[in-house]
């Protein structure tokens, strides 16, 4: 049997230990956090997620308690669509399910221990090593500043996420982003209520956030925008709150080094502007497992590399991209005005399109 020593039991890592042959390794998960957490907002799961989530077999589960956000608009701040979408097979579940679900997939022969890696097992980063160890330990992945230096430390943002739920159903015309000068706002479904998430240059933190006050600087923050983002702010509580600045991981040469390799966030944390951070941890996870159980390792973790990082890293920069864009100062009247003409372009394609059928 070969070892692998999965350091990290988040979305990455618990995906990881559900899908790897149990005839064939003999895994370890290391993770710092005694219980699943009770705290948690949603994330958008896309197509290429739900195929992840259908290979480790839980698809089914996940949809049940997930709902479809299938059509919504981008707006400006006012909530004035420019462009609405419909027809998306996207579904919000939240992390807590997600990661409850993905806990119960992974076998009775992965051993489990709690406790904080500060420093992989020497000569991980050589490809003699007898172990796999593999970094599934988030943004500020030990793995990651042991195997691949402390310069790969994770990079402060500018950016603080505020993020909520409200227990009264979502307005359907409501639901989307909104952009206004310099901040950001959201509105989605989730099976408890509303999901809502607000984004803006903030000095707060990066540690320590308090979210009561946060959640009073947002509210003053959204006043003079749209009625719809007034109205969900009225119902946000402390309680079902979080507030936290955005890290991102530097872009590496390589996610393999020697006998350690990276998965999730420990390789490419990216700013939330696309919701693809985790969809992208859990196509890590089964395209590794997949190749180690079918490849020699070496191959295996070639191949993954090879087809992971470029995606990932351009993920990555696309998403920082429309981040800029979203949260936009000086050039906000522009965008605005190039959004506004798109929108009408986009419509009458549409109409164009109908007419001619
Ligand atoms: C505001 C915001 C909104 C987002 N929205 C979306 C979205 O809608 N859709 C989407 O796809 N993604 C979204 N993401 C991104 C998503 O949260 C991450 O990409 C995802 O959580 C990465 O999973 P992971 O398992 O790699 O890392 P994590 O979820 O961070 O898990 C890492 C695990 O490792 C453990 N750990 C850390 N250090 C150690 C250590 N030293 N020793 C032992 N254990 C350790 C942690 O306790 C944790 O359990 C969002 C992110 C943010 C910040």
Same mark, same amino acid.
């Given at each position: 049997?070969?070892?692998?020593?999965?350091?990290?039991?988040?979305?990455?890592?618990?995906?990881?230990?559900?899908?790897?042959?149990?005839?064939?390794?003999?895994?370890?998960?290391?993770?710092?956090?005694?219980?699943?957490?009770?705290?948690?907002?949603?994330?958008?799961?896309?197509?290429?997620?739900?195929?992840?989530?259908?290979?480790?077999?839980?698809?089914?589960?996940?949809?049940?308690?997930?709902?479809?956000?299938?059509?919504?608009?981008?707006?400006?701040?006012?909530?004035?669509?420019?462009?609405?979408?419909?027809?998306?097979?996207?579904?919000?579940?939240?992390?807590?399910?997600?990661?409850?679900?993905?806990?119960?997939?992974?076998?009775?022969?992965?051993?489990?221990?709690?406790?904080?890696?500060?420093?992989?097992?020497?000569?991980?980063?050589?490809?003699?090593?007898?172990?796999?160890?593999?970094?599934?330990?988030?943004?500020?992945?030990?793995?990651?500043?042991?195997?691949?230096?402390?310069?790969?430390?994770?990079?402060?943002?500018?950016?603080?996420?505020?993020?909520?739920?409200?227990?009264?159903?979502?307005?359907?015309?409501?639901?989307?982003?909104?952009?206004?000068?310099?901040?950001?706002?959201?509105?989605?479904?989730?099976?408890?209520?509303?999901?809502?998430?607000?984004?803006?240059?903030?000095?707060?933190?990066?540690?320590?956030?308090?979210?009561?006050?946060?959640?009073?600087?947002?509210?003053?923050?959204?006043?003079?925008?749209?009625?719809?983002?007034?109205?969900?702010?009225?119902?946000?509580?402390?309680?079902?709150?979080?507030?936290?600045?955005?890290?991102?991981?530097?872009?590496?040469?390589?996610?393999?080094?020697?006998?350690?390799?990276?998965?999730?966030?420990?390789?490419?944390?990216?700013?939330?502007?696309?919701?693809?951070?985790?969809?992208?941890?859990? !196509?890590?996870?089964?395209?590794? &497992?997949?190749? %180690?159980?079918? /490849?020699?390792? +070496?191959? =295996?973790? @070639?191949?993954?590399? #090879?087809?992971?990082?470029?995606?990932?890293?351009?993920?990555?920069?696309?998403?920082?991209?429309?981040?800029? !864009?979203?949260?936009?100062?000086? &050039?906000?009247? %522009?965008?605005? /005005?190039?959004? +506004?003409? =798109?929108? @009408?372009?986009?419509? #009458?394609?549409?109409?164009?399109?109908?007419?001619?059928?």
């Amino acid at each position: 049997m070969e070892s692998i020593s999965i350091i990290g039991g988040g979305i990455a890592g618990l995906a990881l230990a559900a899908c790897l042959d149990p005839d064939r390794f003999e895994v370890t998960v290391t993770e710092k956090r005694p219980e699943l957490p009770v705290v948690g907002t949603v994330l958008a799961m896309w197509p290429n997620a739900q195929r992840a989530l259908e290979t480790v077999g839980i698809l089914d589960d996940v949809r049940r308690c997930s709902p479809a956000i299938s059509s919504g608009a981008l707006r400006d701040a006012a909530g004035t669509p420019w462009v609405s979408f419909d027809d998306e097979n996207v579904v919000g579940v939240s992390r807590i399910d997600l990661l409850r679900l993905l806990d119960a997939a992974v076998p009775d022969s992965v051993r489990r221990i709690t406790k904080r890696v500060d420093t992989v097992p020497s000569g991980a980063e050589l490809p003699s090593g007898p172990e796999l160890v593999v970094g599934a330990d988030g943004v500020h992945s030990a793995v990651r500043r042991s195997v691949w230096g402390p310069h790969t430390g994770a990079r402060l943002t500018p950016y603080l996420a505020v993020r909520g739920v409200v227990p009264v159903p979502v307005n359907p015309d409501h639901v989307g982003e909104y952009w206004g000068r310099g901040d950001l706002f959201g509105i989605g479904p989730i099976a408890t209520g509303t999901l809502w998430f607000a984004g803006y240059r903030s000095g707060l933190g990066p540690t320590g956030i308090d979210v009561a006050s946060t959640l009073e600087e947002v509210r003053l923050r959204f006043a003079g925008h749209g009625p719809a983002i007034r109205q969900v702010l009225a119902g946000a509580t402390p309680e079902l709150s979080l507030a936290q600045r955005i890290w991102r991981t530097p872009l590496l040469r390589s996610y393999v080094r020697g006998n350690a390799v990276l998965i999730g966030d420990a390789a490419h944390a990216m700013t939330p502007n696309l919701g693809r951070g985790a969809c992208e941890s859990l !196509v890590d996870a089964v395209t590794l &497992a997949g190749l %180690l159980n079918t /490849r020699p390792r +070496a191959e =295996a973790l @070639r191949t993954y590399d #090879r087809s992971r990082r470029l995606r990932t890293q351009g993920m990555s920069l696309a998403s920082s991209a429309v981040g800029r !864009v979203a949260l936009a100062e000086a &050039a906000q009247p %522009l965008r605005d /005005r190039l959004l +506004a003409v =798109a929108g @009408r372009r986009k419509a #009458r394609a549409a109409v164009v399109s109908g007419s001619s059928r």
